[in-house]
């Protein structure tokens, strides 16, 4: 059996429904189920049993035996969030206690870490670990990530095989649900065809034009393939970047969201929100040298081809994955 975690969000249901097509069916899906737009993203999926979060634990310590892998994606990922309380309980309490089921049992561990560690990217964007705990995150949610990430490094127990991941700007399919925090993809679908337009955050930075920020912008299915292969791979434990590792500013992303749409091209700015304004990345770029050093060749999309895939195949369709 696999365990996934956050398994009604976005990117806990895209890993399930590549497990599905990679034949792993004995799926233990587990999450708050009380969303039901999240519930869309598992319809038509083979799982098993789904698992409460609050029980999860009273649930391993009966069947850890059967279990292969944890995959533990759930988070509070809300980055206009600013209760610590909330970061501390479900982001770094609940994955230290996941972190020691897994030595506890011998369960191999795949979490989700998040390019948010990088704050302002003062130290740069490589998963070297050692600068770890210098990081600056600019936010409670990208501390909370660091917080487990510092926490995770300093243990001398450890799941024999584990690796964190650092998600960046993560987009596609089975995100309906996630409103304010959806994709700038899909926020600018959904401006498009309601109004045929697209506003975008003016800059705020001298060294970068308006819409000229830029992002690792990473689709969805890449990020799947990445798990999968470590998975697989269950060597080199710890913590690596996953993006695409090419930034693309937000006006490529507009630009390639109105051509898959069949739209001309209306483009206008608004000033960014004040209550993010101090907090906003200007740039990431993943250095993806630590995966491709341990033996993943796989391409990654470019921009251009995972929004025509997203917007075509999903958006469009108003499917899911």
């Given at each position: ?182 994709s700038v993809i ?63 500013t937000f006006l ?58 997203y917007v075509k ?9």
């Amino acid at each position: 059996m696999m365990v996934v975690t956050g398994a009604a969000g976005f990117v806990g249901s895209c890993l399930i429904q590549r497990l599905n097509e990679l034949n792993f069916n004995f799926i233990i899906a587990v999450d708050h189920f009380d969303n039901p737009e999240k519930k869309k993203n598992l319809e038509n999926k083979k799982i098993q049993e789904y698992v409460d979060r609050d029980h999860f634990f009273e649930w391993l310590d009966k069947n850890n035996k059967h279990v292969e892998f944890i995959f533990h994606i759930g988070a509070r990922t809300d980055t206009t969030e600013f209760d610590k309380a909330i970061f501390d309980k479900l982001n770094v309490e609940y994955s230290k206690k996941i972190w020691n089921a897994c030595i506890a049992y011998q369960i191999p561990l795949i979490y989700a870490s998040s390019a948010a560690t990088y704050g302002n990217g003062e130290f740069g964007y490589d998963d070297n670990e050692e600068i770890i705990p210098k990081l600056k995150p600019l936010n409670p949610y990208g501390d909370s990530k660091n917080d487990f990430d510092i926490w995770a490094l300093q243990q001398e127990k450890q799941p024999f095989f584990w690796a964190g991941l650092k998600f960046f700007n993560v987009y596609g399919p089975n995100e309906f649900h996630k409103g304010r925090m959806a994709s700038v993809i899909f926020h600018a679908y959904n401006q498009i065809k309601t109004s045929g337009k697209m506003k975008l955050f003016r800059s705020h930075n001298p060294n970068y034009t308006d819409g000229g920020q830029m992002r690792d912008f990473v689709y969805v299915k890449d990020l799947c393939n990445v798990i999968i292969f470590l998975m697989h791979h269950r060597k080199n434990s710890g913590i690596y970047n996953l993006g695409s590792g090419q930034a693309r500013t937000f006006l490529d992303l507009v630009k390639n969201t109105f051509k898959n749409m069949n739209v001309s091209e209306d483009i206008s700015f608004i000033d960014t929100p004040i209550d993010i304004r101090d907090k906003y990345q200007y740039f990431t770029e993943a250095n993806m040298n630590k995966l491709k050093s341990i033996g993943y060749t796989e391409k990654f999309h470019t921009l251009e081809e995972g929004i025509e895939d997203y917007v075509k195949n999903y958006l469009i369709a108003e499917k899911y994955w």
